[in-house]
């Protein structure tokens, strides 16, 4: 379970369907590329969908059947506007056998899918995303039921063991101005700035136990999809924001993020894309100590232990009462696992801090390198003492012109002109001795084009390693 989100679905967003009354839209449509990037980055192979608008079952979760799902918006005046997706009939298996455990029915359906189904679906292909998906819809069981769902399919995605997202869809009040859809109610806003500010807190539980009156005066129709997602992410770690809200026809219309992996850029020494944008990527000085400095040694010490640890007992440590200065800044880090012979055998970096200190940014970081490098197998018991740890912490990025570049001292992040395909390369790496390789090489790890116009930053990165 690599990331959890919550989209809207108004087919009005669809430019097909909407046309000029985009505009009225448009933080909605730039969110839900956001929420793309996001879904694309975490590494989701497939993506969960739940919709308040399939068809319901009064005691029982359906799911669309395969192979193939398909939608059109023909509906809606447009029918060249389509998604075609192919069903992951596998994890699909899963849930349906999970469910009857917790004393639920998974029932499928044919036919092409429901508008709450196919606008955010329109939006992940639209913005790059492409994989498999298994799309379901709610039933009139009670809230609990629909929490112990999400726990289910969570349960079944790590029984099938590869990387998932979940987006629930659903509209938020449909009652917030005099000629809304649903008519007018003066207190439906409380229940969108209640579910807002939950997420913006951190606190989906409070979306949970929020006033069930009050959600019936707000006329939603997205509270059981979020029911679903929060059951989902439970027991994992939190990482809510609230990427948009607006109500321009006097329904609430949210995207937001619930959950999701770090931002992790794999690839050795060379990444790509990051959840976040690169300014900013971390707090406090521009320049980090060195190894010579006071709490060098301190680094790759945490990432053995961190790594030995989990490999060894699968819990992950606290972070150690006792921290140099360094290990208690805000900063983004690499943590890059090799074999005493040289070869590498694991390395996972975040260009923007997660987290509030080097320290946690450093174990989230060292157990992703050793467990969850796609390029290699999770690091097995018998390898740990062959292995050796380095890390190198990033400085804050600034823009900067091709010339201004230098690859033995400075990393480079590239951006396309829309913000979509951002690549990474740290300096000072065998066999780049030229800021236009450089460029090159990070560009084609984004997937960016030869030729194409991109924004340039510089990083330098402190690389701290083990003496032995």
């Known amino acids: 379970m690599v990331f959890a989100g919550i989209a809207p679905h108004p087919p009005i967003m669809v430019p097909e369907v909407g046309r000029e009354a985009i505009a009225d839209v448009r933080s ?53 506007a389509t998604v075609h997706a192919e069903l992951d009939e596998e994890l699909l298996k899963e849930i349906t056998r999970a469910a009857p455990e917790a004393a639920f029915e998974v029932v499928r359906i044919r036919g092409d899918l429901d508008h709450g189904t196919a606008v955010p679906l329109y939006f992940l292909q639209r913005h790059g995303w492409h994989g498999r998906v298994v ?4 039933s009139f069981l009670s809230n609990e039921d629909h929490l112990r769902f999400g726990n289910c399919i969570r349960a079944a995605i790590d029984k099938v063991g590869r990387r998932v997202a979940f987006i629930a869809s659903g509209d938020l009040s449909h009652r917030l101005k005099p000629d809304a859809p649903a008519g007018y ?17 951190n606190s989906t539980h409070r979306i949970v136990t929020i006033d069930q ?4 005066t707000a006329g939603e129709c997205g509270y059981r999809s979020m029911l679903v997602a929060i ?18 026809f006097g329904v609430g ?40 400095e006071a709490g060098g040694a301190e680094l790759p010490a945490l990432a053995r232990q961190v790594v030995e640890t989990f490999v060894a007992t699968g819990k992950v440590i606290s972070v150690p009462e006792k921290l140099s200065e360094l290990l208690t800044h805000r900063a983004a880090c690499f943590v890059s696992i090799k074999t005493r012979e040289g070869d590498l055998r694991g390395c996972i970096g975040t260009i923007e801090p997660e987290k509030n200190t080097l320290a946690e940014e450093l174990i989230a970081n060292a157990i992703s390198a050793a467990s969850r490098d796609p390029r ?22 600034e823009l900067v012109r091709i010339d201004d570049l230098d690859p033995n001292i400075y990393g480079v992040i590239v951006e396309d002109q829309d913000g979509v395909g951002r690549g990474l390369l740290l300096p000072n790496l065998a066999g780049i001795d ?18 194409a116009e991109v924004k340039l930053w510089r990083f330098r990165a402190d690389r701290y390693r083990e003496e032995t």
């Open 28 to 80: 909605s449509i730039d969110a839900m590329a956001t929420l793309t990037e996001r879904v694309i980055n975490s590494g989701a192979e497939t993506v969960i969908l739940i919709s308040p608008h399939a068809p319901l079952e009064p005691d029982a979760f359906v799911a669309y059947d395969g192979p193939q799902l398909h939608a059109d918006f023909a509906d809606f005046r447009a029918p060249t």
């Open 135 to 138: 799309a379901l819809g709610y």
């Open 185 to 201: 109610n003066p207190q439906a806003h409380l229940f969108d700035e209640e579910v807002v500010d939950a997420i913006r807190s």
């Open 213 to 216: 009156g009050l959600r019936r």
């Open 231 to 248: 059951g989902v992410a439970q027991e994992l770690e939190s990482r809510c924001e609230v990427i948009s809200y607006e109500a321009p």
């Open 253 to 292: 219309y949210m995207v937001a993020q619930l959950l999701s992996e770090p931002p992790a850029v794999a690839g050795g020494l060379s990444g790509f894309a990051s959840e976040s944008r690169p300014v900013g990527v971390a707090s406090g000085s521009e320049t980090q100590p060195g190894n010579g």
């Open 376 to 397: 290699f197998p999770p690091v097995r018991a018998d390898e740990l003492p062959n292995l050796k740890y380095s890390v190198d912490v990033l400085s804050q990025p």
């Open 434 to 451: 030229t800021a236009a390789k450089q460029v090159e090489i990070a560009s084609r790890k984004a997937g960016i084009p030869p030729g």
